[in-house]
């Protein structure tokens, strides 16, 4: 460390063994910082939603109910790759900081709204900077700490994550009753400031100055096309039918801007998203599982709090902890999988044995039926949350050990955006899937009145479904069940892709400091550029050129599999015990 306590890399001597001495003070205040701001990200939708009926009361616009979410929604996803981007380019802790004051910004105007179209607005703003929230973090710990090392703070993100998801709810619903809505949005401001406080005074990364210019053509045509299909998908089968002429004109503008997008990346001079980190086979099918893995477990949060509350008779208040049995599971899985990877520097087991037992969990999901017990769909739930224990980080961490440090940035925020396309459109092809087969057993079981009860079916409340009739509220049951069965028989189907894909996953050594650090990193297939810079620029800004001076960095060296050689500045190894 620094004598000013700040994280440093030392890229002129001392090894693994001196950043193990280094590292353990600043790195876990800034991964505190880090994990305040992922919070953030997650946990504002879980928030928002649960005070959105209270919001719709006091300024009105129930017609663009949907929009609040959905303008949130397309803002992170449209803006994810620009903010990798930019961090790659012009330094990663500038494009941090201004991505947590864009979103308090956001935050705070959003708290400030006086009618639906300007808090529409401000979710947008909000939007854009969260969308460089998850990709800064995950960037961040990628310079900072090695692949090795980093599966040790697995367990970290996946409790993160499942404290949002179980915690936003409840919340949500605390905040709103006791504070007012507004609330809702404010409570982000004290948590960010010290996120921003944190970061500002201790982390402390190289300052970029790239001569080339953003790729506002590839920008542009990467935002039109991301908006187009989170539109379609959206949309399709519910606003509009997937057939209309609405969908149909958004789904050739996205695919047009995204073939043009392709085109521009290979003519631009500093591309949004390199195509070359494709070449690596490793971040292709890390790609891949991370979409098929959003497709799943969105899928998954959306209707499982469904069925335990319409066929189980769940309290809806809790929602948050109806998944509780998947959300441990995946936290516990998630922790093993990273220490595991940390001690043996073996990774590839984890996708094939994730996939497996993805695959297992949504088809037993997918047997569930009137007559299913808690107990025995928390056991299924809990399968499926350790397959995607196995998945969740590693994905991240496979994807960020297959390029050169100077594409963690578009690395990071390309693994992000794929994901969270999948969710988009796991979301919308199971629940088209879910809501027609609803209403075919509504209509088979209780004719006409079934079908008129089917249009509102995700607008029962355990009351309103004790106020039907026998008949029609046993045919809804009966409904909801054959609809989850369809949807997750359909995960299940589509979850055996990522297990395919796992098949071809190359175990690469991770880069980074462990029991087999050096002969990792003297592995052919671990060379690379030394491109990267020190964490420290004031205290070590002239470590790689002292290098280069005294021999010992071999700036041309040729990367197999993107993984580069000069990463010994991220990961605490001298340039020599690289190369």
């Excluded at 280094?22 to 504002?44: F, H, N, W, Y």
Aim: net charge neutral; aromatic share 6%.
């Amino acid at each position: 460390m620094a004598e000013n306590g700040t994280v440093a890399v030392d890229t002129g001597g001392g090894g693994a063994a001196a950043i193990k001495e280094r590292q353990p003070r600043s790195v876990r205040v800034v991964l505190m910082a880090l994990m305040i701001a992922m919070l953030l990200a997650m946990l504002d939708n879980m928030i928002v939603g649960t005070a959105m009926p209270t919001i719709v009361g006091d300024l009105g616009g129930l017609e663009h109910l949907s929009w609040v979410v959905t303008a949130y929604t397309l803002a992170t996803a449209a803006s994810t790759p620009i903010w990798g981007k930019v961090g790659d380019m012009y330094g990663r802790k500038g494009a941090f900081l201004t991505s947590i004051v864009i979103f308090l910004i956001g935050s705070g105007l959003s708290g400030m709204a006086q009618d639906m179209n300007q808090l529409i607005a401000f979710r947008a703003i909000q939007g854009l900077g969260a969308g460089g929230l998850m990709v800064g973090v995950m960037a961040i710990i990628g310079d900072l700490i090695p692949p090795r090392e980093r599966g040790k703070y697995q367990g970290m993100m996946a409790g993160v994550m499942a404290l949002a998801m179980i915690g936003g709810p409840l919340v949500g619903g605390a905040i709103t009753d006791n504070w007012g809505w507004r609330w809702s949005f404010y409570i982000n401001l004290p948590l960010g400031l010290v996120a921003l406080a944190m970061v500002t005074a201790v982390l402390h990364l190289p300052k970029k100055r790239s001569k080339g210019k953003i790729d506002y053509l590839g920008a542009a045509l990467l935002t039109v096309g991301i908006t187009s299909i989170v539109l379609v998908t959206t949309w399709g089968g519910s606003q509009y039918a997937w057939g209309s002429a609405v969908i149909m004109e958004l789904a050739a503008i996205g695919v047009a801007s995204l073939v043009g997008f392709l085109f521009v990346q290979t003519k631009a001079a500093e591309p949004i998203l390199p195509l070359h980190i494709f070449r690596s086979r490793n971040f292709t099918v890390m790609s891949l599982i991370g979409f098929i893995t959003g497709f799943v477990m969105f899928g998954a949060v959306l209707f499982l709090p469904l069925y335990q509350q319409t066929v189980q008779g769940a309290n809806a208040t809790n929602s948050g902890l109806l998944l509780l049995p998947m959300l441990l599971s995946m936290m516990v899985v998630s922790l093993v999988a990273g220490r595991v990877t940390t001690n043996t520097g073996k990774y590839k087991v984890f996708p094939l044995v994730g996939s497996v037992l993805m695959v297992a969990g949504l088809f037993l999901l997918a047997q569930m039926d009137t007559e299913t017990t808690r107990l025995t769909s928390g056991l299924y739930m809990a399968v499926l949350g350790a397959g995607m224990g196995c998945l969740m980080q590693i994905t991240m961490l496979v994807a960020q050990n297959s390029v050169e440090m100077k594409d963690m940035g578009v690395a990071s925020s390309s693994t992000t955006l794929f994901r969270t396309l999948g969710s988009s459109f796991g979301v919308a092809i199971m629940g088209a899937l879910f809501n027609n087969r609803v209403q075919d057993v509504m209509a088979e079981r209780a004719g006409a009145m079934g079908g008129k009860v089917a249009e509102h079916s995700t607008q029962l409340t355990a009351e309103g479904l004790a106020k039907l009739p026998d008949v029609v509220r046993d045919a809804y049951l009966h409904a909801v069940s054959a609809g989850t069965h369809s949807a997750f028989l359909l995960g299940s189907v589509i979850a055996i892709l990522a297990l395919i894909a796992a098949v071809f996953v190359k175990e690469v050594p991770l880069r980074g400091a462990g029991p087999a650090a050096k002969e990792a990193s003297s592995s052919p297939e671990a060379a690379g550029p030394a491109d990267a810079q020190p964490v420290d620029m004031a205290k070590a800004g002239t470590a790689t050129a002292d290098a280069a001076e005294n021999g010992t960095a071999k700036a041309d060296a040729k990367p197999v599999e993107g993984v580069a050689a000069g990463d010994a500045a991220a990961d605490g190894r001298t340039v020599s015990e690289t190369v």
